[in-house]
């Protein structure tokens, strides 16, 4: 807050001391000579018009002013200005900015600011913008139409103005619609000395360029133009010609048609020029005076221009018919009706142009009707007004001031002090001034003064300006607003200033004498319908739509309502308009009455002052509460500054309001109130603070809100990331596996086409030609064989087992089979041979065998015993009966009989014997002798020894244990040795199961009686064992045999 430092004078008039008149101009005084023109009074500004330009405004100061709150900066139009737009922006409240002061005060200007300020922190875009253009470029458009210079500004608004500007829920404007109020028309056909028609009129002559012009059958000059004032047709610091290009180019902004722009200049350029007609007097034969056109050739572009007949134009100007119930009379005009009628045309159409033009605008500003829109209100409406010839204009102008007073009153001074006393609060009530007796006194149904003006004006009868002023006279005499000559003599008051057609009202502004001439006139507003037939009969379509109640058709008899009760009506919907919004008031002060810069008139600040009752509005203010609410809507607004209010609160409202402030400590108990309703906040300190923690906290919670978001964002996007990895890689694997899948299948069709194709190829290869060479080879290898075997079959060598001959293979491929055909061959003999061996014969050959098993290979005499057959008997025992004896009991053949040498153990010398040999024994007998010498059982031989070599020597070695064996082994020699020692094996193995051992060595030890003697055996140089054999005793246990 900078209410106080560093400021010049007190920014808020609130905080004067003393609060008086005299201090309140005094401070406005030292503030507007340090250029501060803008000074509060609580949230209204109070504006003094610097008629200079200041370094306060542009894009810089809206930046600053956006960022912050009311109080925070200097007071200015833009603080001003942003309150509203914030409010309509968050608290989504309609508002209203209600610019008054008198003509030149400076309220357009502070329109256009507050307009480009709202233009300038409202949203962006292409469409928002080319709205925001279209808004702001209305502005030049209806300021050339409709202001003009004044004696007390250059540019004066001589029209009300209010335009409402739309803007969507994020505060970017829609669009808007504009109401105008009252075209000050007069000023189109006269002028006050000083002044100036309508800006257009110069800014068409000086910017045009020749050929327009031309077309518009115009003269640069403005000192040709009868409705132009020739003095001034310049302003000073206003350049006309650019202005008129400025205005060109903002209707083509808006949307004007080239064709419209077109017929909007002819249309004006034609009001010039009937200004410019000239009437003469005429008369009738009857010698009634009528009128004529001198001037034929203006009438004549005139009539080109509209497209209307020269002659059908004259007769409406210059002629009058009167219609009756039976017949249409046609009167002449005298020369003052036919001025008097040309002037109405001229202030008609150019009204109804400014008219038409407004509505073109709003034509394209306005908004769609389904869209739900925030409204603010910009009213810059004319100041209050007191010339010294004031009339009808003036009248309503105050009426609309005084009107608007009373909403300032019961807005800001009735309606807040009522506000106190209904809520409960301690007040002590401040006076002020009521404007509403005089509102009544105007605009009363049946008893004020616009209705007495209606009632005139219809009344039949002979109606004057003079017969209504009686009227007023007579109603009014006591009202205490009211005064005129009539009233002043009645109470027998002198004053001069009054004329006697005149009547004074005492405006809240100050006291306004209006002079009636005129007024029923003016009220009236009628325009001859021979004008409007002929207007509408014109062929230019502008001019033409101007005019719909020339159309014959739509003649009506009507009367059309007076322009008093039209303004009425309009300013009561204006009124309404108003009340339905949040108002922010802009007191526009003017400082001197010459538009000059620094001076600052003490009086007529005073007078503005008063009458806008500023000090009334600071009294009311500094006793009063800066800002108050209902507690639903304070709690809905504020609760999230506590936390019990926030998020849920289930308890009342004004409980709800009591604890949040109760929370925060710049809340005591003086800066708030509770009223009944409402929660009452003394000053916009207090409610600042509220704001800024309102703002912090959304800030927090924004944070809250944000971190919540992002992370449920980021949980749903993890989570749909998660959902489409598991997808792709689905779809992946899915994809894969397909692929594995098919080449798989492919791989598998693939085989099973070779296994196919192998089986196939293989069951028809024999049909192969490939195969041919295979089954050929096999055919012939086959016939090879069978051709073979067949040959081998009828070529058999003899089935004689000893035959080894066998025919060779004739091919090398044959020869393992042919080497096992020939070994199984053999076999096959050697059963057949086997097969056919008798008994007897096979017990030779398995003698034979074991003598080849005992002696193959070791012995000498073993192969030539091979090819002689075992005969066993070599003594002819069979046919001896002597020898037969010899077995003596012994059962069972005689296996073996021969006669051996027996080696003489004394001295080595040998001696013949007779060897049986039977199944249990061998009998050993001298062969002369018949009885059996020597009887060894079989089971006493506990083993033989022979020598390898081919001698019969062999030693029969006896277990010690028989008889038979004490006396020692035998060294026998025998012609048969392995025949002989053959059958001792078998009939051993037979007869004892034992396996005889067999030595071959050629030296063994022999027991002689109780010695053992070592046997050498020797080959001796005979060597085929027939030889002698010759023993020689070496010691005693040695024996050297030689064979
Ligand atoms: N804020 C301002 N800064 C500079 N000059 C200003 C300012 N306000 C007003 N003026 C000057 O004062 C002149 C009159 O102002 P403006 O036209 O706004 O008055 P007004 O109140 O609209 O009068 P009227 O009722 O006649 O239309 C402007 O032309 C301009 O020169
Ligand atoms: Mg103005």
Redesign the pocket.
Known sequence: MTLLEGSIGVEDLVLLEPLEEESMLKNLQLRYENKE?YTYIGNVLVSV??????PIYGPEFIAKYQECTFYELKPHIYALANVAYQSLKFRDRDQCILIT?E????????SK?VMSYVAAVCGKGEEVNSVKEQLLQSNPVLEAFGNAK?I??????RFGKYMDIEFDFKGSPLGGVITNYLLEKSRVVKQLKGERNFHIFYQLLAGADAQLLTALKLERDTGGYAYLNREVSRVDGMDDASNFKSVQSAMTVIGFSEEEIRWVLEVTALVLKLGNVKLSDEFQANGIPASGISDTRGVREIGELMGLDSKELERALCSRTMATAKEKVVTALNIVQAQYARDALAKNIYSRLFNWIVNRINESIKVGTGEKKKVMGVL?I??FEILEDNSFEQFVINYCNEKLQQVFIELTLKEEQEEYTREGIPWKKVDYFDNGIICNLIEHNQRGILAMLDEECLRPGVVSDSTFLAKLNQLFSKHSHYESKVTQNAQRQYDHTMGLSCFRICHYAGKVTYNVNSFIDKNNDLLFRDLSQAMWKAKHPLLRSLFPEGDPKQASLKRPPTAGAQFKSSVAILMKNLYSKNPNYIR?IKPNEH?QRGQFSRELVATQARYLGLLENVRVRRAGYAFRQGYRPFLERYRLLSRSTWPRWNGGDREGVEKILGELSACTSEEVTFGKTKIFIKSPKTLFYLEEQRRLRIQQLATLIQKIYRGWRCRTHYQQMRKSQILISSWFRGTMQKKRYGKMKASALLIQAFVRGWKARKDYRKYFRSGAALTLSSFIYKSLAQKFLLGLKNNLPSTSILDKKWPAAPYKCFTTANQELQRLYHQWKCKKFRDQLSPKQVEVLREKLCASELFKGKKAAYPPSVPVPFRGDYIGLRGNPKLQKLTGREEGPVLMAETVRKVNRSNGKTSSRILLLTKGHVILTDSKKTQAKTVIGLESVAGVSVTSFQDGLFCLHLSEISSVGSKGDFLLVSEHVVELLTKMYRAVLDTTQRQLPITVAEQFSVKFKESNVTVKVTQGSGGNGNGKLSCKKKGSHGLEVTV
Do not use: F
């Open positions: 023109i018009n610097p008629y200079q330009q200041l002061g003509s030149g005060a400076g309220k357009t200007e502070a600011l004044t007390r500004n250059n540019n004066s608004s810059d004319y100041g526009c538009q």
